[in-house]
């Protein structure tokens, strides 16, 4: 029988063909390199609800949605309308409208105390990289504290231990080493930057001590969901937050894929713990690009041109992401559809659990609400990314293309990537889902 990649290039020839000519345009014939996974990606031709159809028509349900930021789903009809109405009206003026202040007035709502004030970028990593500048700027130090194997964007000075480095270079598990993982960073990117383990506040403290007086800040995401779906072990971001306090470093809260996603008022609401700054992106701009970082009102007022510290872009609160994200926040993405998608990815995890069990295949299932992961050949949940990088990777992409021959996306394209529901997903998706999982372990090897 026909399976694996051999049946998936069989049935998207269409993908490979347009991935041959993009090749040829654009490096690796994708935008961004997570978008390839050998042999070839798939390419889209449409997309409705939990749905998406490649070029050669096959359907899919949807767990990737853009990597999580899909929470409204594809091309939701909400959206639509709010995008098709402001695109009739204008879509960039390089002056203000009054989106951005509704936009920022539902956030601030939701991040109650926390986010005072707002600034919107186009993206995730102009957030989380003009948070750090800010952090530096407000602190007057330089060292930034990051936790290994945790992405914050393609910028120099976060593209800093995201995992994946040789083991000589990355350092003993109880003292990581800040590796450079892109060619063209300067020297200062890895010696300004302390990089420690998720979920160990030894190490936590190790730093601050080491680099006394010097930390400006702390970048975390309080999940882990680039490295596998790691939830805080109890008791740790608290940890964080007081050794930030503690030392006057800013806690910067990284809730570029949890944010407005894993709750209302994202990992902020779920773990209680308050950071200084919190990024944001993905759910808040309804699938158009948005970013933002906010927090504490003396920090965001050192934002120019009320302060020093410059924060620049030309789409910066283009009326078009606010007002997709608008839509998204206050008309799809009510308290309900929190529920509702919670439930339905409580039913495909508890499902899955069921199958691995029932087939006696090893690997752990993790869901942080609306989200969640898998780790094949682990029968526990990692704490930190070298944990969940022993996982069966192998194994993984059998998977992958199980459940991709059989019309389901069943996560983001890699192992250290999530899968996540949206406000579209349905009890009978998660049926059909069920079904899929259950066909693929059994054809891997369970
Ligand atoms: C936690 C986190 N921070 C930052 C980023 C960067 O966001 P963007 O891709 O919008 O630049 C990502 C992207 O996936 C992310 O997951």
């Not at 506040?201 to 007086?213: K, P, V």
């Not at 510290?309 to 608008?326: D, E, K, Q, S, V």
Request: glycine share 12%; aromatic share 8%.
């Amino acid at each position: 029988m026909v399976q694996g990649i051999e049946l998936y290039e069989q049935r998207t020839p269409r993908s490979r063909a347009a991935w041959e000519r993009a090749a040829a345009l654009i490096p690796g014939g994708v935008g961004s390199a997570i978008q390839f996974t050998p042999p070839y990606p798939l390419s889209i031709a449409d997309s409705k609800g939990s749905r998406v159809w490649d070029l050669d028509g096959n359907e899919y349900i949807d767990y990737s949605l853009c990597y999580a930021a899909m929470v409204a789903g594809h091309a939701n009809p909400v959206i639509v309308e709010a995008i098709r109405r402001q695109a009739e009206h204008g879509t960039l003026f390089g002056m203000p409208t009054t989106l951005a202040a509704d936009l920022a007035e539902e956030i601030i709502r939701r991040y109650d105390g926390v986010i005072e004030m707002i600034r919107f970028t186009q993206s995730g990593v102009e957030a989380t990289q003009t948070a750090i500048r800010l952090a530096r700027a407000a602190t007057g130090r330089k060292t930034i504290v990051k936790i290994e194997g945790q992405y914050h964007g393609g910028t120099d000075h976060l593209l800093v231990s995201i995992g994946g480095a040789p083991p000589e270079a990355a350092g003993p598990d109880d003292r990581p080493r800040p590796t450079a993982d892109s060619a063209g960073l300067l020297p200062a990117s890895t010696e300004y930057t302390a990089v420690v383990s998720f979920n160990d506040l030894d190490q936590m403290r190790r730093a601050f001590d080491e680099h006394d007086g010097d930390v400006a800040g702390v970048i975390i995401e309080p999940a882990m969901t680039n490295g596998g779906v790691i939830p805080p072990a109890p008791g740790y971001l608290e940890g964080v937050r007081e050794l930030c306090t503690r030392a006057g470093a800013v806690l910067i809260m990284d809730e570029v894929k949890l944010g407005c996603r894993v709750a209302p008022g994202g990992a902020t609401e779920l773990w209680g713990v308050r950071g200084d700054l919190v990024t944001l992106a993905k759910a808040i701009g309804g699938g158009v690009p948005v970013g933002a970082f906010g927090g504490r009102r003396d920090l965001m007022e050192q934002i120019s041109p009320s302060g020093p510290t410059i924060h620049f872009g030309t789409y910066n609160a283009n009326p078009l992401g606010m007002a997709a994200g608008l839509a998204c926040l206050t008309k799809v993405m009510t308290d309900d559809a929190y529920k509702e998608m919670t439930r339905l990815t409580t039913r495909l995890t508890d499902g899955m659990r069921e199958v691995l069990s029932e087939r006696g295949m090893p690997a752990h299932v993790v869901q942080v609400t609306t989200l969640g992961g898998i780790f094949f050949g682990l029968e526990e949940q990692p704490r930190n990314f070298r944990e969940a990088a022993r996982c069966d990777q192998e194994r993984w992409r059998d998977y992958w293309f199980g459940m991709l021959n059989r019309g389901v996306i069943p996560m983001g394209s890699a192992w250290f990537e999530e899968f996540s529901m949206s406000a579209q997903h349905s009890d009978d998706d998660v049926d059909r889902t069920l079904e899929a999982f259950e066909a693929t372990i059994r054809e891997i090897g369970g």
